[in-house]
T-cell receptor, first 114, second 114 residues
Framework: GQQVMQIPQYQHVQEGEDFTTYCNSS?????IQWYKQRPGGHPVFLIQ?????EVKKQKRLTFQFGEAKKNSSLHITATQTTDVGTYFC??????????????FGTGTRLKVLA | GAGVSQSPSNKVTEKGKDVELRCDPI?????LYWYRQSLGQGLEFLIY????????KSGLPSDRFSAERTGGSVSTLTIQRTQQEDSAVYLC????????????FGAGTRLSVL
């Protein structure tokens, strides 16, 4: 079946270090969304990427969508303690069943050490 | 309401009992999703409703799981004859009209099956 894998599963960084999580889909995606889930909280939307090779920035966060629309990455520059949480990508397979089912990635749990 | 509302927030039940989980989406949102999240894991897609279209039930893990959406608004997820492996957080999300729109998540219902 369709799968979306993320690596790494866990990442511990010192405050101020950079962080990157990678998302890989087994099928081509029409678009990809990124969400952040704080400990004990629910997922909150960060951004959506639609175009092949698209790059979007939100302050210290940079999101990329691969040329083949099968992978994506989220890079955080100079992490802060407020960045702690689990980051999920969610992809909609291209040519899907006609419904907008999203397949969530396995998530990357980020811990930032002060 | 201002956001997606789920009830109850916590549910403890005995193995073999039926449970109903409720989701009130954001007013005007035609798309509604149910996901299941086991402890420390990613989000598992269960079912997707879009307007008056037939729901995408492809994620329901067994015939003990069912969901309804009445009047295009409130949704109920029913689990019959609960098993211990059903213990998880059940998250509901809504979006404006599905497709490439962001999903807004509720706080979830934490289900514990003893």
């Amino acid at each position: 079946g369709q799968q979306v894998m993320q690596i790494p599963q866990y990442q511990h960084v010192q405050e101020g270090e950079d962080f990157t999580t990678y998302c890989n889909s087994s099928t081509t995606l029409s678009n990809i969304q990124w969400y952040k889930q704080r400990p004990g909280g629910h997922p909150v939307f960060l951004i959506q990427l639609v175009k092949s090779g698209e790059v979007k920035k939100q302050k210290r966060l940079t999101f990329q969508f691969g040329e083949a629309k099968k992978n994506s990455s989220l890079h955080i520059t100079a992490t802060q303690t407020t960045d702690v949480g689990t980051y999920f990508c969610a992809g909609h397979p291209r040519g899907g069943s006609g419904t907008y089912k999203y397949i969530f990635g396995t998530g990357t749990r980020l811990k930032v050490l002060a | 309401g201002a956001g997606v509302s789920q009830s109850p927030s916590n549910k403890v039940t005995e193995k073999g009992k039926d449970v109903e989980l409720r989701c009130d989406p954001i007013s005007g949102h035609t798309a509604l999703y149910w996901y299941r999240q086991s402890l420390g894991q990613g989000l598992e897609f269960l079912i997707y409703f879009q307007g008056n279209s037939a729901p995408d039930k492809s994620g329901l893990p067994s015939d003990r799981f069912s969901a309804e959406r009445t009047g295009g608004s409130v949704s109920t997820l029913t689990i019959q004859r609960t098993q211990q492996e059903d213990s998880a957080v059940y998250l509901c999300a809504s979006s404006l009209n599905g497709g490439q729109n962001r999903q807004y998540f509720g706080a979830g219902t934490r289900l514990s099956v003893l």
